[in-house]
């Protein structure tokens, strides 16, 4: 949620990961995680590349290309679970859905619970 001083209200800022287990399905996940962009504000694609072995290059022109141009954030990592080995390449760029489109993906991807905490949030 993004809140200003001097600007009234409150904006919440949702941000997608597409997350691909290789780079052998990264370059779709390019695509997909640009479908994201309909209802986020920010959309990255997140490579595990534990696969890839020390010293071998990743193959990834083609895909930070793709993001850069697409304005998607670029994420690469090696263990899920330790945020140590997360490197961001690209920063998402900020987008502004169509407010219809943001709604409903809150509507039918959040539960009950995380609905009534942003409903909460967004209270004064």
């Known amino acids: 949620m993004r809140q200003y001083p001097f600007l009234p209200g409150k904006k919440i800022e949702i941000i997608t990961f597409e997350i691909k287990p290789n780079y052998d399905t990264a370059l779709d996940g390019v695509f997909e995680a640009l479908a994201h962009s309909a209802f986020a504000h920010r959309s990255y694609l997140a490579v595990d590349v534990s696969s890839f072995k020390v010293g071998e290059s990743l193959p990834d022109e083609r895909i930070i290309s793709e993001c850069e141009r697409f304005g998607l954030g670029y994420i690469t990592f090696d263990k899920a679970e330790d945020y140590d080995t997360y490197e961001i ?35 004064y």
């Open 89 to 123: 390449y690209i920063p998402a760029k900020l987008r502004e859905p169509a407010s219809a489109e943001a709604n409903k993906f809150i509507t039918t991807q959040l539960s009950e619970e995380n609905k009534e905490k942003i409903r909460s949030w967004l209270k």
